[in-house]
């Protein structure tokens, strides 16, 4: 790697004061996992911990973009818990413990700042930004070429990452399949895959079987990739698809709470006074658009 020999750098601080602190938390999450520790927290599992993940990193967003700062430690805080969460699990299991995880975390840092920690006493170059990010990138490329040294030969979609947004994702696959000709060839083909699907998502719920629940979620998971190639047919973005029908449905509840005399107010009503409140809703311009169709 070209770059300028340099004196030995300094080691990296000790942690200091902080540890404390974390030390705690990992101890907290380990009483909370161990025997008669919480009864909710030692029942909860890799699967049924995801979403609560994926919430808490939008959390984080959201503070961040509101400047919420008090709310941004606490936020992060919410989404350590779910990193010592997931180290606790497997700990148990005898996968690897937080201390693996920091380890490996510190060892990728220092092998992808090969500009700030020298390899073999030799610093990289790296003026700007831009250039950090291409030895990052050749760094990366370099790991996964190793790690899948003798391994079977890769799948066209591995490059897609799995640690994105799920209908995001779905889009990303779909468009990856339809470069081979492997897709449907119009919308309609679409439109008429996505009543197959809510027909067939209609039939495993109306059986009402809590052993077979796992065949719901895996029907409403087909409806929902085929909706999200619907999107991509119709070169819609389902991110901002659903954040304006969120939006929306944000819009017309508080309407209901408005004209009802608030939340509470609404529990009250009957299902045909909620409805009408609804429709009223409806009728009212939302703010970010001049005109609203009605769904």
Known sequence: MAGVETAQTQPPAEAGPVADPLAEAISIMARLRGPGGCPWDREQTFDSIKRHTLEETYEVFDAIERRDWPGLKDELGDL????????????EAGHFDIEDV?????????????????VEGVLAEAADAGAVLRNWEQIKRAEKSEAAAGKAAASALDDIPRAMPAMLEAGKLGARAAKVGFDWPDSEGLFAKLREEFVELEAEAAKADPFQHNLVEEELGDLLFTAANLARHLK??????????????????????GTAGGYDALAALSPQELDALWNRAKLEPHPSTQSESKA
């Open 80 to 91: 350590l818990l779910q990193v010592l969460f997931y180290a606790q699990m497997a700990a």
């Open 102 to 118: 920091a380890a490996n975390l510190n060892a990728k840092l220092v092998r992808r700042h090969p500009h700030i920690f020298p």
């Open 236 to 257: 819609v973005d389902t991110e901002s698809a659903l954040r304006a029908a969120n939006a929306k449905f944000r819009h017309r509840f508080a309407a209901m709470e």
